[in-house]
């Protein structure tokens, strides 16, 4: 559906995407990650047609956005972090004037915007004053300025800026109910929002894509392999014994316990291998009790921090 391939954007000397290449596909949810000044809204630019790039392409439905601009605009949807509205509109005049930009005939234009207005959740006060709506109504209309002409791709940049925890969690719920229909790019700060409704992560830093995987995959690749974290009743020597037996353990890492008479520990897995069951059976045997036994996960947070504090070479 978007295919970017080797794409450089510089402003003088300065790179501000650097040979970058992903490829999403149609129905994907796709989290777009990066610190500030990484290049990502400077990414989401070129893919829209609002910005050209330096070097490389962007194609959309296998057509480059240089060749067939008009047709690629068609088809994507665009909410910048702070939404290009009216405020001494009503909705009705906004969504209607940005209907007549986007060229919808005359007889589509009401059902066209009275459905829009129904799935984002704003046909109750469609005949309000924007500068008199809220900051989460305010973002529920620039979604539904995206969301007319039908695209088949929002891109959505920063959708839950400013907003509070409730206003956050009605639009992750209306962006996941949209992605049923749509392909999503979607740019956040807001990284357990990114982890709730999109299956796939795109890191950017200092203009190089440094990842591009689940979330999951992301975790493992940081940590090396599996990781469980027990806390086992017995003495560290015994239970070093008993675990480096198991041939699918590869490192134990023994950390501070805070009970008495227990050991705390990181079991490292050979390879992708799931090692619970063997360190179950082995400390069973052995008869040492285990009190924890659970999978040391990264959150996104920490996928994302590691990945973007690194040095570039």
């Known amino acids: 559906m978007v295919e970017v391939k080797n794409l450089t954007r510089r ?4 790179v501000a995407v650097d040979n970058a ?8 949810i796709v989290g777009f990650l990066g610190p500030n000044g990484a290049g990502k809204s400077t990414t989401m630019n070129i893919i829209t047609g609002y910005l050209s790039s330096t070097e490389g392409s962007v194609q959309v439905d296998g057509m480059d956005i240089l060749d067939r601009p008009a047709e690629i605009k068609k088809m994507i949807g665009y909410l910048p972090e702070t939404p290009p509205l009216y405020s001494d509109m009503t909705i009705d005049e906004y969504l209607g004037f940005a209907a007549d930009i986007k060229k919808i005939s005359k007889t589509e234009k009401k059902p066209h915007l009275d459905k829009i207005k129904e799935t984002v959740g704003i046909d109750d006060v469609s005949g309000r004053l924007i500068k008199n709506l809220s900051k989460g109504y305010k973002q529920r209309v620039g979604l539904a300025q995206a969301m007319i002409g039908d695209p088949q791709i929002l891109v959505l940049d920063e959708p839950t ?3 509070d925890p409730k206003q956050i969690l009605e639009i992750r719920d209306l962006i996941t109910t949209l992605g049923k229909d749509h392909t999503i790019i979607l740019s ?3 990284l357990p929002e990114v982890s ?3 299956k796939r992560i795109l890191i950017i830093n200092r203009g190089l894509i440094v990842a591009d995987d689940t979330p999951e995959n992301l975790a493992k690749r940081i940590l090396g392999g599996n990781r469980i974290h027990l806390r086992v009743e017995g003495t560290q020597e015994a239970v070093k014994n008993t675990l480096l037996k198991i041939l699918t353990v590869r490192n134990l890492e023994f950390l501070e316990s805070p009970e008495s008479n227990t050991c705390e520990l990181i079991a490292e ?4 291998n799931d090692i619970r069951r063997d360190i179950f059976r082995a400390l069973s045997a052995a008869s040492l009790p285990i009190l924890l036994m659970r999978s040391q996960d990264l959150s996104l947070e920490d996928i994302f921090l590691n990945l973007t504090t690194k040095e570039v070479a």
Do not use: N, R, T, W
Not at 11 to 14: A, E, I, K, M, V
């Open 21 to 28: 290449s992903f490829k999403i596909e149609k129905g994907e």
């Open 11 to 14: 402003y003088g000397p300065h």
């Open 161 to 163: 800026a400013g907003l």
């Open 269 to 272: 897995a050979q390879g992708d």
């Open 188 to 190: 956040s700060h807001i």
């Open 196 to 198: 709730a409704v999109c």
